[in-house]
Nanobody, 122 residues
Framework: QVQLVESGGGLVQAGGSLRLSCAAS????????MGWFRQAPGKEREFVAA????????LYVNSVKGRFAISRDNAKSTVYLQMNSLKPEDTAVYYC???????????????WGQGTQVSVSS
């Protein structure tokens, strides 16, 4: 059974940084694309970043480009999201997901974690 467990969320002031982690188990991590999504209260789930199997290709939503960085450690079956220069509008529950295509579309990801809360105060 595939399991994804996020960690690293919390409360931070605007301009601060957080590093999210997502530990995967249940299938060969390096065979799958990993993505991060977020959902703010009253809003739809939004793509944040994705990384290809080898880590050679990354995608970002425009609003986080230059501030967030996705990376992965296939030996540890873990994907990371380094978030810098955080803004109040980054406040959301952040989810990691796994799929077969490096894409921004939630429908292309077949397993999801439970999420970790990120709150950014102004």
């Amino acid at each position: 059974q595939v399991q994804l467990v996020e960690s690293g969320g919390g409360l931070v002031q605007a301009g601060g940084s957080l590093r999210l982690s997502c530990a995967a188990s249940g299938r060969t991590f390096s065979n799958y694309v990993m993505g991060w999504f977020r959902q703010a209260p009253g809003k739809e789930r939004e793509f944040v970043a994705a990384i290809s199997r080898s880590g050679g290709v990354t995608l970002y939503v425009n609003s986080v480009k230059g501030r967030f960085a996705i990376s992965r450690d296939n030996a540890k079956s873990t994907v990371y999201l380094q978030m810098n220069s955080l803004k109040p509008e980054d406040t959301a529950v952040y989810y990691c997901a796994t799929g077969k295509i490096t894409t921004m579309l939630p429908r292309d990801y077949d397993y999801w974690g439970q999420g970790t809360q990120v709150s950014v105060s102004s």
